[in-house]
């Protein structure tokens, strides 16, 4: 290939495009303006002794301008792939056009997208662009759910917190990162690091609000407010958005610091603002919090549904599990059976259902059915039953046994339930004791149900 590029020159036009060997390379140089690039790709292929094929592709793409000196011949077929929004590959016999890929194909778009910017970190390194494609390959880690090696690319674009802007951004979008996996001490790292190292207002302002959040979380409600005082002080608000902001960082502060009264004003400042931020979940989930600690069980509980229906996924799941406790401590039976009604298929069904149990003994509407002595009775008379139905009697006899008498109490008979039920029909009886211990705050002994190393 390097022997035909000594060889063989392709001109275009008086201002001309050359192919040429530079060391051990192919580069390219060229100066025009309004080329048509079907005819630039065959000159490329003459000039380094390749074949072109797909070059229909190129046929009727708009014009493109040339200003290149010494560019390699593969970094120039690549940026006529990009301008053609069509595809290149290269080897030793021909120069191939390719359809570009399809726009719905996620997946294969951002491993395109990564094998550019690795391109870019490769020819590049050490450089200001080489930290930008260290960021991009950290965003597309974390498309694909691989936080870890997301944080590893920010880690190494922010390299000495120097001023230059991917550095930044690494450090914001690992903050941002970690206060999502509630990593508050490294969110709060990072965030320093982006303070002293910016010169940005807006920057500055971002930095500060996340670092009282972070020592919100961490209980340090005090030292949170007390930044965020200095906040307002050296940068005064510039807006109603700036207003809701502040207002969202000082409720946090305020719960941390044990002053959930104040804590609700807040919130309601917020809504004031615009109505929109109290129907979010995160504000709803704040509110619900703060009642809790006002000893106001069913307004806590009513909040936190009301986040539930705001919220998805395992945080969802969570606001009604805490709807359910609240509301059975409140001592309303009826809407722990309503939560109960929303939160099945979910990942707490499970727990939200025993405190449903609970809920039904309570109001008379389950004596016959989930009562201790019953039950035990049912669970003598079992082999007259398929092992479906067996299933679900162990899991309201764990249930029952949890409640009058503790987790290991049901332990028992759970292990005697699992060894003579099929492995998919046991699953809900081991779920049942996990549970049960969890309600008593046995996390060890819950995680080797979970685990299956017990009962």
């Not at 902001?245 to 409720?251: E, G, I, K, V």
């Not at 989930?285 to 009301?306: D, I, T, Y």
């Not at 809900?428 to 009962?455: F, I, K, S």
């Amino acid at each position: 290939m390097i022997g035909s590029a000594l060889l063989l020159v392709a001109v275009i036009g008086a201002d001309g495009l050359t192919v040429r060997a530079s060391g051990s390379d192919i580069v390219v140089d060229a100066e025009r303006v309004g080329v048509e690039p079907i005819e630039v790709a065959r000159a490329l292929a003459a000039g380094a002794g390749l074949v072109l094929r797909g070059e229909d592709l190129l046929a009727g793409r708009p014009r493109v301008d040339l200003d290149l000196s010494g560019r390699p011949l593969r970094e120039v077929l690549g940026y006529l792939a990009l301008a053609t929004r069509t595809l290149v590959d290269v080897d030793a016999q021909a120069i191939t056009f390719l359809p570009a890929r399809d726009p719905t194909d996620v997946e294969e778009l951002i491993l395109d997208a990564e094998a550019a910017w690795i391109a870019l970190i490769r020819e590049f390194p050490s450089t200001e662009a080489a930290r930008v494609a260290r960021v991009e390959l950290g965003r597309a880690q974390e498309l694909r759910g691989h936080e870890d090696a997301a944080l590893v690319h920010y880690e190494i674009a922010a390299g000495d917190a120097s001023e230059s802007p991917a550095s930044l951004d690494a450090l914001a979008a690992a903050a941002e990162l970690m206060i999502r996996r509630g990593e508050w001490a490294g969110a709060l790292h990072k965030l320093s690091r982006l303070a002293q190292g910016s010169s940005e207002e807006a920057e500055q302002i971002r930095a500060r609000l996340g670092i009282a959040r972070c020592l919100a979380e961490q209980g340090r409600g005090t030292e949170a407010l007390a930044l965020l005082e200095v906040v307002d002080v050296s940068y005064p608000v510039r807006g109603p958005t700036d207003v809701a902001a502040r207002a969202l960082a000082r409720t946090r502060a305020l719960l941390a610091a044990g002053r959930p009264a104040d804590a609700l004003h807040e919130l309601d400042r917020r809504a004031g603002i615009d109505p929109r931020h109290g129907e979010r979940s995160e504000d709803l989930g704040l509110r619900a919090r703060a009642l809790q600690e006002l000893n106001a069980p069913l307004e806590a509980a009513r909040a936190w549904l009301a986040c539930s229906t705001a919220a998805k996924g395992a945080e969802r799941d969570d606001a009604l599990a805490s709807a359910a406790r609240l509301a059975a401590a409140g001592g309303d039976d009826l809407a722990v059976l309503f939560v109960e009604r929303l939160a099945r298929g979910g990942g707490r069904h499970e727990e939200i259902a025993l405190a449903a149990d609970r809920a039904r003994v309570r109001l008379g509407l389950a004596a016959l059915e989930l009562d201790l002595p019953r039950l035990e009775q049912r669970w003598s008379a079992r082999a007259r039953v398929g092992s479906k139905e067996r299933a679900q009697l162990a899991r309201d006899l764990v249930r029952a046994l949890a409640r009058e008498h503790g987790a290991a109490a049901a332990a028992s008979l759970a292990r005697a339930a699992i060894e003579e039920l099929p492995a998919g029909d046991a699953r809900t009886v081991r779920t049942a004791l996990a549970v049960a211990y969890e309600n008593e705050g046995a996390w060890e002994q819950a995680a080797l149900v979970w685990g299956g190393a017990q009962p």
